[in-house]
T-cell receptor
Framework: NAGVTQTPKFRILKIGQSMTLQCAQDMNHNYMYWYRQDPGMGLKLIYYSVGAGITDKGEVPNGYNVSRSTTEDFPLRLELAAPSQTSVYFC?????????????FGQGTRLTVV | AQSVSQHNHHVILSEAASLELGCNYSYGGTVNLFWYVQYPGQHLQLLLKYFSGDPLVKGIKGFEAEFIKSKFSFNLRKPSVQWSDTAEYFCAVNPSGAGSYQLTFGKGTKLSVIP
């Protein structure tokens, strides 16, 4: 009963480096999301996807990219990492219809850019 | 676009005290409402949810919330808190209906319970 799995759990990047945060869910959810959480700021939506091959920008997409080639996977790509991207990143998924707002979250990736 | 306001940034209570955390949202239409909890170092977990029907909803661990439509509020309550309730609590809203995918979160309220 894995739910939403994120890797890695922790990562330190140097300014200008790139990386991909992995996210996979085994609940056959159509909807997937990437949020970043900064202290005192709540969660901000970076990107979301309503199904394989369909992605869209959220509130804070700059500096990130996503893809959704399968229902299960929704990786988040950071190109040219900047200190402002130091944050905790959460992947989440949900199903459409009545339960569409009830999101299931992964354990998070704590990223530090130095 | 919808927004969510949580009035308290940090609440400190002694064990057995009663808890009420405020949440107000701004959105003109029908919404689904949620409270999520994040224990230290962990991910967000659903505490309770409201879609329709009885405006008083009960969640896990003795928490409840009341939806007051006229006040655009969804306050979280617990009659007697425990040390294990120390966590950050997030209110979230999602517009009802097809095509509404996104949860909008408040900034969170950190609860510290003193033994």
């Amino acid at each position: 009963n894995a739910g939403v799995t994120q890797t890695p759990k922790f990562r330190i990047l140097k300014i200008g480096q790139s990386m991909t945060l992995q996210c996979a869910q085994d609940m056959n959810h159509n909807y997937m999301y990437w949020y970043r959480q900064d202290p005192g700021m709540g969660l901000k939506l970076i990107y979301y996807s309503v199904g394989a091959g369909i992605t869209d920008k959220g509130e804070v997409p700059n500096g990130y990219n996503v893809s959704r080639s399968t229902t299960e996977d929704f990786p988040l790509r950071l190109e040219l990492a900047a200190p402002s991207q130091t944050s905790v990143y959460f992947c989440a998924s949900s199903s459409p219809g009545r339960g569409q707002g009830e999101a299931f979250f992964g354990q998070g990736t704590r990223l530090t850019v130095v | 676009a919808q927004s969510v306001s949580q009035h308290n940034h940090h609440v400190i209570l002694s064990e057995a005290a009663s808890l009420e955390l405020g949440c107000n949202y701004s959105y003109g239409g029908t919404v689904n409402l949620f409270w999520y909890v994040q224990y230290p170092g962990q991910h967000l977990q659903l505490l309770l949810k409201y879609f329709s029907g009885d405006p008083l909803v009960k969640g896990i661990k003795g928490f409840e919330a009341e939806f007051i439509k006229s006040k655009f509020s969804f306050n979280l309550r617990k009659p007697s808190v425990q040390w294990s309730d120390t966590a950050e609590y997030f209110c979230a809203v999602n517009p009802s209906g097809a095509g509404s995918y996104q949860l909008t979160f408040g900034k969170g309220t950190k609860l510290s319970v003193i033994p």
